[in-house]
């Protein structure tokens, strides 16, 4: 690790990188440790959220997590965000992107769960993709795509408050997004100090 910068894990990382993450976390102040659990994307560490013993206890100043938590069993949820608290520093806070069931689920009840409703470099999304797992990697082999849980902005919030987590904050994004970001703090913040936290890390577009 670079002598001065700040940590952050990039977990469920895939193919993606520091770049794809948050504006913040793109900038020069922050090395990026990228965590997944599919030996062949290349990451630092091959491992799960759920068990991260290799990682030290508040050794991260922050993690960010992208359409990963997903990918874990309901009763698997609340290990992986206990496990993301013991390695950040008192002071450190967590970025989780996830679908938004709620948004996706307005597409379902219009009768849209295979119509494609934005396209992704790897091809269209559907909302059965954001329910279950995009079919054309699930197809392919690739079986840690699959959705396994989901959430809503209150479920998540409630999610991160029962871990532990001293402040929590989030945003649903509609069309063409069906996306929540969430950020939560180990340490107590106010709102002021939040909302630009916040600011710093989640997308312009709403």
């Not at 922050?30 to 630092?44: M, N």
């Not at 949820?77 to 307005?106: H, K, N, S, W, Y």
């Not at 929590?168 to 970001?181: E, H, K, N, Q």
Request: glycine share 8%.
């Amino acid at each position: 690790m670079t002598a001065g910068l700040k940590k952050f894990l990039h977990a469920g990382c895939g193919e993606k990188r520091r770049h794809n993450t948050t504006k913040t976390f793109a900038s020069e102040g922050w090395q990026e440790v990228l965590l997944d659990i599919d030996p062949t994307v290349g990451a630092d560490i091959v491992g799960s959220m759920v068990n991260l013993d290799m990682i030290a206890s508040g050794s991260m100043d922050a993690i960010y997590t992208s359409h990963s938590i997903e990918h874990h069993h309901a009763h698997e949820v609340p290990l992986a965000l206990a496990e993301c608290r013991r390695i950040l520093t008192p002071d450190g806070f967590m970025i989780v992107v996830c679908p938004d069931l709620q948004g996706v689920a307005t597409l379902v009840a219009k009768g849209r769960l295979m119509e494609p409703f934005a396209m992704s470099p790897a091809g269209p999304i559907s909302a059965i993709d954001m329910l279950y797992g995009y079919r054309p990697s699930l197809a392919a082999g690739n079986q840690f795509m699959a959705h396994r849980t989901g959430f809503t902005r209150d479920s998540l919030a409630a999610a991160l408050q029962e871990a532990g987590f001293k402040a929590v904050a989030g945003i649903s994004r509609g069309y063409p997004f069906f996306d929540l970001w969430m950020v939560a703090s180990n340490a107590p913040l106010t709102d002021v100090a939040l909302r630009e936290l916040a600011a710093a890390h989640f997308p312009d577009e709403r």
